[in-house]
């Protein structure tokens, strides 16, 4: 019989956890990235990033168990292609479509937590997460990073389920029967600073009914599913070049958007908002996604430090320069951008 794997505890400390406006420690190594120009110091880049920052160790020792070395250009036990390695992130080609493996356990990291893992032979991991006013967030991962299921011990002993994956029979979806994908930034888009409009805009129903619910993944991956829920742009919110980080100034755009969500949170325990990155199309599209996965968590990280949005309520997502807002191969501010979708009805029931 296998030996119980070991549990890794760790106090989640103000220096172990990223702030909104810290971008990630990791530099950019192609020359032809969503970067600014090359004379830039800063701009150079090493593949190698603080593992100490943002608890990334756990997920790179369930990669290295369940997938294989992560090494840029190896083939994984999966079949995927290792494209980049930016220590925080690992982006792989599968079946012709770049795909990006994180921690999503990272936005959960408070400063005062207690955090317990446990990674199995197959490089899932369980981790707890304790609060210090006791509340308990408990989430499986697969090997891969993804959240197969979590759920919230509240300090009274409740337990509300958030995502729950785990024992979902994975139905294959027909995208040819999904509804067409709508256009997606509408001409009147809701102003950030109208909380009343974000929340009904966030509490509105699916575009269209398809009689079935759907896995976190299945969301994540295929737009014509996603796009059955609402979408909300955060028009005021856009990006410096090759940066993922929000200042102060731009994350007081999200107060608004912040009370909305937890009205809608504190309805709906088990509420489930996806936070979507996006960059422009200069560069390499491995490292866009990368960059836009990681606008995406800056934007979530935003609405939990500074407005109090319950974190494990969040997901985030990137999606590089796939779907631009304005059509140019050329730096485009408005295509650097983030969204956000209240994606519980395509979770639940469909």
Request: glycine share 8%; proline share 4%.
């Given at each position: 019989?296998?030996?119980?794997?070991?549990?890794v505890t760790e106090e989640v400390t103000e220096d172990t956890v990223r702030s909104a406006d810290e971008d990630f420690d990791t530099k950019v190594t192609a020359a032809t990235t969503?970067?600014?120009?090359?004379?830039?110091?800063?701009?150079?880049?090493?593949?190698?990033?603080?593992?100490?920052?943002?608890?990334?160790?756990?997920?790179?020792?369930?990669?290295?168990?369940?997938?294989?070395?992560?090494?840029?250009?190896?083939?994984?036990?999966?079949?995927?292609?290792?494209?980049?390695?930016?220590?925080?992130?690992?982006?792989?080609?599968?079946?012709?479509?770049?795909?990006?493996?994180?921690?999503?356990?990272?936005?959960?990291?408070?400063?005062?937590?207690?955090?317990?893992?446990?990674?199995?032979?197959?490089?899932s991991t369980l981790t707890t997460i304790t609060r210090e006013d006791g509340s308990v967030v408990t989430t499986i991962r697969a090997a891969d990073g993804t959240v197969l299921r979590?759920?919230?011990?509240?300090?009274?002993?409740?337990?509300?389920?958030?995502?729950?994956?785990?024992?979902?029979?994975?139905?294959?979806?027909?995208?040819?029967?999904?509804?067409?994908?709508?256009?997606?930034?509408?001409?009147?888009?809701?102003?950030?600073?109208?909380?009343?409009?974000?929340?009904?805009?966030?509490?509105?129903?699916?575009?269209?009914?398809?009689?079935?619910?759907?896995?976190?993944?299945?969301?994540?991956?295929?737009?014509?599913?996603?796009?059955?829920?609402?979408?909300?742009?955060?028009?005021?919110?856009?990006?410096?070049?090759?940066?993922?980080?929000?200042?102060?100034?731009?994350?007081?755009?999200?107060?608004?958007?912040?009370?909305?969500?937890?009205?809608?949170?504190?309805?709906?325990?088990?509420?489930?908002?996806?936070?979507?990155?996006?960059?422009?199309?200069?560069?390499?599209?491995?490292?866009?996604?990368?960059?836009?996965?990681?606008?995406?968590?800056?934007?979530?990280?935003?609405?939990?430090?500074?407005?109090?949005?319950?974190?494990?309520?969040?997901?985030?997502?990137?999606?590089?320069?796939?779907?631009?807002?304005?059509?140019?191969?050329?730096?485009?501010?408005?295509?650097?951008?983030?969204?956000?979708?209240?994606?519980?009805?395509?979770?639940?029931?469909?």
């Open positions: 019989m296998a030996a119980d794997p070991e549990v969503e970067a600014p120009a090359a004379t830039d110091p800063a701009t150079t880049e090493t593949a190698t990033a603080d593992s100490s920052k943002g608890g990334l160790s756990t997920f790179e020792k369930a990669l290295a168990l369940g997938l294989g070395a992560v090494v840029v250009g190896s083939i994984l036990k999966n079949g995927d292609q290792v494209v980049s390695n930016s220590g925080d992130r690992v982006v792989v080609q599968r079946d012709g479509e770049l795909r990006v493996l994180k921690n999503d356990d990272v936005l959960l990291r408070q400063a005062g937590s207690q955090v317990a893992s446990r990674t199995f032979d197959d490089g979590r759920s919230l011990t509240r300090v009274d002993g409740t337990q509300v389920q958030l995502i729950d994956d785990l024992d979902r029979t994975s139905v294959p979806v027909e995208v040819s029967t999904l509804p067409p994908v709508p256009q997606e930034v509408t001409t009147n888009p809701v102003a950030l600073s109208d909380q009343a409009a974000l929340e009904a805009a966030l509490s509105a129903s699916l575009l269209a009914q398809t009689g079935r619910s759907y896995s976190l993944e299945q969301v994540r991956d295929i737009r014509q599913v996603r796009a059955l829920a609402p979408q909300v742009e955060l028009a005021a919110i856009t990006f410096e070049t090759g940066s993922a980080a929000i200042q102060q100034s731009q994350a007081d755009e999200l107060a608004a958007l912040g009370g909305a969500i937890r009205q809608i949170v504190a309805q709906n325990p088990s509420a489930i908002f996806l936070v979507e990155g996006h960059t422009d199309a200069v560069g390499d599209a491995g490292y866009n996604l990368s960059l836009s996965d990681r606008r995406a968590e800056t934007v979530a990280l935003a609405l939990s430090q500074y407005f109090q949005v319950p974190p494990e309520n969040l997901v985030t997502q990137g999606y590089g320069e796939q779907f631009l807002k304005i059509q140019t191969e050329a730096g485009e501010r408005a295509n650097r951008r983030a969204a956000v979708r209240n994606i519980s009805e395509l979770l639940t029931n469909g």
